[in-house]
């Protein structure tokens, strides 16, 4: 049993801001003349503090200052040999595994985007004119406090960005298991079958938090009945903030989960003879709603960013196949190592590693949807009615296709929704990108030598990369309606590599 305790970030210099919602509650409705309301400081933050700003009474961004204390994380394994030749064993494990939070989330959930530490300080001219090398900054200024607003008859509003991590933050935790059974086989043989899973809970992750809800005169938001683009940002739970992704209300919040299950499949030989190698299989599922990086839009999730259940899907970096083979073999002795012919021909051997795995899995956006929610979120592309997810890449070789990965036809524009459009209907991960084939290998020399030392040594390495010069291509481009969709047009690992190398030892 492990107990641990994750503490905090915290800043001595007063720099932790954020935005609460809980505060943001108390005030949803911006008054006319503006509001500062929902805007934090911790408790050492140097400079004035703007009325409607609250300042909490620890250094933190956490209300409470203080981090979970019930980090338990119970941890057991075993090994059984059932047979007294002990050439069988049956392995298993399970455990708690916590994470603190990560600081980059930190960095860049708050101290990055957030006001008012993202506001320049400074002035030119006449605001400037006060200013002294020991106080630069004479008068100081508000440090780029600017006020949520919304107006409803004009149908305006303030738009700005910030930065903010939850107020309820657990640690994230990562349940391991596995169960395996070896054995040993004649000849230095060893098979291992087993089953290898995971469970994440609490994943630290970023979302919009501000994205518009639809009205209706049966539901009304904010006042509103009708949904167009331009009144998306009076539609938002919070007016005054963005809507639209890496501008908008974006949170660090613990709330993300994944699954890892897979089958392993093993053979190794031990070194006997001068050969030796092992074989490794791995299928495998890795599934979660954490939102990834690259393929659906950085951290801010697809669709829609308050149904996490639907970004529920396959991992875009997880692979379902992989093979690793590695090997070495020495090749036998000459029977005399005296003279020219037996330097030449002793001390000979190959080695190498071959990997074949199956393609990540892939999702199509569309720039065009989610327009009618103010592109909080990453829209999916649309299939037209009737297509299949196997309808939705061409057929054919890889390299026959490398201009056209995607059917373009079975994609259809995002369903409208008043004057804009909706977010698109594919799922997360329906598709796989290219696979991969690759081979590395070497040959090596080892000749003995006269010298200064009689165990002088010349090793000669010739090494292979890519040896057979197989395309490993890159997924293709992904957003649809653009010049370059379905287009592969970067390679994932180099061409093929030689390179020599010669080294005298003694």
């Not at 210099?13 to 805007?39: E, K, R």
Request: charged share 10%; aromatic share 12%; glycine share 12%.
């Amino acid at each position: 049993m492990r107990w641990e305790y994750d503490g905090l970030l915290s800043d001595k210099y007063g720099n932790l801001t954020n935005v609460w919602q809980s505060l943001l509650l108390t005030q949803p409705i911006p008054p006319p003349g503006g509001t500062l309301v929902g805007y934090t400081v911790p408790s050492n933050f140097q400079g004035p503090i703007p009325q409607g700003v609250y300042q909490h009474n620890n250094n933190t961004y956490d209300p409470s200052g203080t981090a979970p204390v019930d980090n338990f994380a119970p941890r057991a394994g075993f090994a059984w040999q059932p047979f007294t030749n002990g050439k069988l064993v049956i392995r298993g494990g399970a455990g708690y595994f916590y994470d603190r939070p990560s600081g980059n989330y930190f960095i860049n959930g708050i101290v990055y985007i957030s006001v008012p530490k993202t506001a320049g300080e400074g002035g030119t001219g006449v605001g400037e004119a006060l200013g002294t090398f020991q106080d630069p900054w004479n008068p100081f200024n508000t440090f780029g406090w600017t006020p949520r607003k919304a107006d409803f008859t004009a149908g305006t509003s303030s738009n700005l960005g910030a930065g903010t991590f939850s107020e309820t933050m657990p640690t994230p935790l990562v349940q391991e298991y596995n169960l395996n059974v070896q054995y040993e086989f004649p000849g230095r043989f060893l098979a291992e079958v087993g089953y290898v899973g995971s469970h994440g809970l609490h994943l630290q992750d970023k979302r919009e938090i501000n994205q518009p809800s639809l009205a209706s005169p049966d539901a009304p938001v904010n006042g509103l009945t009708t949904n167009t683009v331009q009144n998306a940002l009076l539609r938002a739970p919070y007016p005054g903030f963005a809507t639209t992704s890496l501008i908008s209300l974006l949170m660090v919040e613990d709330n993300a989960d994944s699954r890892y299950n897979s089958l392993i499949a093993s053979l190794k030989k031990s070194l006997t003879h001068g050969v030796q190698f092992g074989v490794a299989y791995t299928w495998s599922r890795s599934l979660t709603d954490l939102a990834s990086i690259g393929q659906l839009g950085g951290t801010l999730g697809s669709n829609n960013v308050n149904n996490v259940r639907q970004m529920w899907g396959p991992s875009d970096i997880g692979r379902a196949q992989r093979i690793v083979v590695n090997y070495s073999w020495n090749a036998p002795s000459y029977h005399s190592t005296d003279g020219f012919l037996g330097k030449f021909l002793n001390g000979w051997g190959v080695a190498g590693v071959t990997i074949a795995q199956s393609g990540f899995y892939i999702t199509p956006t569309d720039s065009r949807g989610g327009t009618i929610y103010g592109n909080a979120g990453t829209a999916t592309g649309t299939p037209c009615p009737g297509i299949t997810a196997s309808q939705l890449t061409t057929s054919g070789s890889l390299t026959s296709r490398l201009n056209k990965y995607f059917n373009s036809a079975a994609f259809c524009a995002p369903v409208a929704i008043g004057n804009g459009t909706g977010y698109g209907t594919l799922g997360r991960g329906d598709m796989n990108g290219p696979g991969q084939f690759n081979w590395d290998a070497a040959i090596l020399k080892t000749t003995t030598v006269g010298g200064i030392s009689e165990n002088a040594r010349l090793d000669f390495r010739a090494e292979f990369f890519n040896a057979f010069n197989h395309p490993q291509f890159a997924n293709p481009v992904l957003p649809i309606g653009t010049a370059s969709f379905g287009q592969i047009t970067a390679a994932s690992v180099a061409p093929r590599l030689i390179q020599f190398a010669l080294k005298y030892s003694f």
